[in-house]
């Protein structure tokens, strides 16, 4: 069910929608809710992302908040240099000399 909503909007923020309508060939109400909707799904990934960074959610969890696949999810976190996967260099070169079998 839709819920209404108003909003107060400067001057400026109200030709830049007007210019927006035209340009979509869509009404009022249908360009801020597309708008908007990109606004949320914009803030879900940047959340997500902090939150990986912060090693506080897994890239599951992550793809899974953002509605995307985690094959989406990886690429965007590759693409912002986040390492997900909490594997250190140093746990790499530990795990080198254990296999290695050098102390």
């Known amino acids: 069910m839709a819920t209404t909503i108003s909003v107060r909007l ?3 923020l109200l030709k830049d929608l007007s210019q ?5 060939q869509a009404d009022r109400s249908e360009a801020i809710r ?3 909707a990109k606004a949320v799904n914009s803030w879900k990934v940047q959340n997500a992302l902090e939150k990986l960074r912060m090693h506080k959610v897994s890239i599951g969890k992550a793809a899974e908040e953002c509605e995307l696949s985690l094959w989406e999810m990886i690429d965007i976190a590759k693409e912002n240099d986040i ?3 909490g ?3 140093q746990d790499l070169e530990r795990d080198l000399k254990v296999l ?3 102390d």
């Open 34 to 36: 597309r708008l908007l």
């Open 10 to 12: 400067d001057k400026a």
């Open 87 to 89: 594997y250190s260099k």
């Open 100 to 102: 290695g079998g050098k």
């Open 83 to 85: 390492d997900w996967t």
């Open 20 to 24: 927006i309508e035209k340009n979509w």
